[in-house]
């Protein structure tokens, strides 16, 4: 079965400055995708950004890239330029493909992110 | 373009009774899955539908059923109520269907109380 983890319940930044937020997965599928979400404290459930196991590049979507190290098992979000709405709860989570042809998204336990002045 | 949208919002139900809830696909969506998630913890996956048809299930006990319609909405249904049902309930729609890795896209949810 696969496995997500991430290590960090809480973690704290200064507006304006990087964060990263670390996750590492553990799968014998050798294709798989690994996806990060936000959810702020009203509940939805956001997508911020997508990396495939065979994606030669880290993947970028504005301020967020991922840092994808294959070989550590690891696929880190990177936040430049924190701001203020930032701050929410944000889940790394990786597609595992089904017997009956479906897939199914495993999801780590979050790392609640705070952005202060 | 409306996003997933979830009916209804907030659910107040008693134990042993039964809840349905409905989800509606972003418009072109195909696969709708379902997904459980208790405060303080990542989602859990419950089922997905793709083309009418269950593409997986995830370990919940025989309770918790679902369905989708040819306009590819989807409810869930959750009989015999227990207290640890109380959940945030969580719809998230896709591009094409399994296997993929287009992003799913979550709506609100329903948020579930048993009393």
């Known amino acids: 079965a696969q496995k997500i983890t991430q290590t960090q319940p809480g973690m704290f930044v200064q507006e304006k400055e990087a964060v990263t937020l670390d996750c590492t997965y553990d799968t014998s599928d050798p294709s798989y995708g690994l996806f990060w979400y936000k959810q702020p404290s009203s509940g939805e459930m956001i997508f911020l950004i997508y990396?495939?196991?065979?994606?030669?590049q880290n993947a970028t979507e504005g301020r967020y890239s991922l840092n994808f190290q294959k070989a550590r098992k690891s696929a880190n979000l990177v936040i430049s330029a924190s701001q203020l709405g930032d701050s929410a709860m944000y889940f790394c989570a990786m597609r595992e493909r089904l017997t009956g042809g479906g897939n199914k998204l495993t999801f780590g336990t979050g790392t609640q992110l705070k952005v202060e002045l | 373009d409306a996003g997933v949208t979830q009916s209804p919002t907030h659910l107040i139900k008693t134990r042993g009774q039964q809840v349905t809830l409905r989800c509606s696909p972003i418009s072109g969506h195909k696969s709708v899955s379902w997904y459980q998630q208790v405060l303080g913890q990542g989602p859990q996956f419950i089922f997905q539908?793709?083309?009418?048809?269950?593409?997986g299930r995830g370990n919940f006990p025989d309770r918790f059923s679902a369905r989708q319609f040819p306009n590819y909405s989807s409810e869930l249904n959750v009989n015999a109520l227990l207290l640890g049902d109380s959940a945030l309930y969580l719809c998230?729609?896709?591009?094409?269907?399994?296997?993929?890795?287009?992003?799913?896209?979550f709506g609100d949810g329903t948020r579930l109380s048993i009393l």
């Open positions: 539908y793709y083309e009418k048809e269950e593409r």
């Open positions: 990396q495939g196991s065979y994606d030669q």
């Open positions: 998230a729609s896709s591009l094409v269907g399994p296997p993929s890795n287009q992003p799913q896209h």
